[in-house]
């Protein structure tokens, strides 16, 4: 099987307690870190500066998920910082074979990621410059909207080109993700799921990681 793989986004944590925040999610596969800079999408978060910060208080994986404009330019600071993963988004990249290229010569896994509407056939022949396809569930740019099942087919598209070229890539699947919708992407073929709200918004968000990471085996 390809496993399960729960990275919590801190788009849903205590932006003013972030250090502890992250100690409460000591049992995810990785962090999941939202950049916006309120052009690409109509919201601001956060950027190099907290991306570093939070490499030092943690020893979770980052994965940083670019909503960014000009990705080309910013994206190899963020692999440069030590994120294990930066996925910039196709929309914002001018020439997104180069820009993969970069990233993993700074040593970062290289993420594209599509917006829901955005088709992945266009991208199918670079699936090799990539480690991580990143699949929006929701419109980018807030936490806490509900999932969109009109992805799943493109989902599943991707899957099987996946399944069909051999070539390793992490199917990431990003907003909406909650116990129940988190079975449907996983049957679509997604390994790889961010939630902010449903872990952050949780009593126990370790639980929370426990209970969506067995949801799709029952
Ligand atoms: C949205 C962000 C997501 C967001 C997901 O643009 O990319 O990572 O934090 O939040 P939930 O899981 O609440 O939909
Ligand atoms: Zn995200």
Redesign the pocket.
């Known amino acids: 099987s390809r496993g399960i793989h729960i990275h919590p986004?801190i788009?849903?944590a205590d932006f003013a307690r972030l250090a502890e925040e992250l100690a409460r999610i000591r049992n995810a596969d990785a962090v999941?870190v939202?950049v916006?800079d309120n052009h690409f999408?109509p919201?601001l978060t956060l950027g190099l500066p907290v991306v570093q910060a939070i490499r030092r208080a943690t020893e979770l994986p980052l994965d940083v998920?670019l909503?960014i404009q000009d990705a080309d330019r910013w994206a190899p600071d963020y692999a440069e910082a030590g994120a294990e993963s930066v996925t910039f988004h196709a929309e914002a990249a001018g020439a997104p074979i180069r820009l993969a290229r970069e990233l993993r010569s700074h040593g970062a896994k290289a993420g594209m990621a599509l917006k829901p509407a955005t088709a992945v056939e266009p991208y199918l022949d670079m699936l090799e410059e990539l480690d991580l396809l990143l699949l929006?569930t929701?419109?980018?740019?807030?936490?806490?909207?509900p999932?969109l099942d009109v992805v799943l087919p493109k989902i599943r598209r991707a899957r099987e080109a996946l399944d069909g070229s051999g070539v390793p890539v992490a199917l990431q699947v990003?907003?909406?993700?909650t116990r129940d919708t988190i079975m449907r992407a996983a049957e679509a073929g997604a390994d790889v799921f961010?939630?902010?709200?449903?872990?952050y918004?949780a009593e126990d968000p370790e639980a929370a990681i426990d209970e969506l990471r067995s949801a799709p085996l029952r």
């Open positions: 986004s788009l849903s999941h939202d916006m999408v919201n998920h909503m929006m929701v419109e980018p740019g807030f936490g806490g909207q999932f990003d907003g909406g993700v961010v939630a902010g709200s449903a872990v918004g």
